[in-house]
C-alpha cells in the first residue's frame, strides 16, 4: 500500500490549502482514512477521520474549520483547510487502516504564516 500526499505549502493566516492522499490501492477496502499532523519535539495528533461508511471525526482544534473527504472513484482522501492558523503549521500524513494494520504516507509539508 502506497499513500501519496501532496498540496501542502506555505500561506498565510486566514488562507486555505486543499491535502489530497492518493492511494495505490481501492480506499474501500480500509476501515478508515485519516489526517494525522506533527511538529517537532512534539507527537503525531489527530486532525480528521473518515469511515468507510463516510462518518466523521475531528480535533476540536480544527472543527468547523477543516474538512475530511474521499473520493472512492479516485481512491484519494481530501483534507480542506480554511482559516488556517500559524499553530496548524506541521508535518501533516495521511493513514490509512484495515484489519491488517496502519499504512501511512510520507508526509506534506504546511506552513501558516502570521
Known amino acids: 500500500v502506497q499513500l501519496d500526499e501532496s498540496g501542502g505549502g506555505l500561506v498565510q493566516a486566514g488562507g486555505s490549502l486543499r491535502l489530497s492522499c492518493a492511494a495505490s490501492?481501492?480506499?474501500?477496502?480500509?476501515?478508515?482514512m485519516g489526517w494525522y499532523r506533527q511538529t517537532p519535539g512534539k507527537q503525531r495528533e489527530l486532525v480528521a477521520i473518515?469511515?468507510?461508511?463516510?462518518?466523521?471525526n475531528y480535533a476540536d482544534s480544527v472543527k468547523g474549520r477543516f474538512t475530511i473527504s474521499r473520493d472512492n472513484a479516485k481512491n484519494t482522501v481530501y483534507l480542506q483547510m480554511k482559516s488556517l492558523k500559524p499553530e496548524d503549521t506541521a508535518v501533516y500524513y495521511c493513514?490509512?487502516?484495515?484489519?491488517?494494520?496502519?499504512?501511512w504516507g510520507q508526509g506534506t509539508q504546511v506552513t501558516v504564516s502570521s
Open positions: 490501492v481501492n480506499i474501500i477496502g480500509f476501515n478508515s
Open positions: 473518515i469511515s468507510s461508511g463516510g462518518s466523521t
Open positions: 493513514k490509512a487502516h484495515d484489519l491488517w494494520g496502519d499504512y
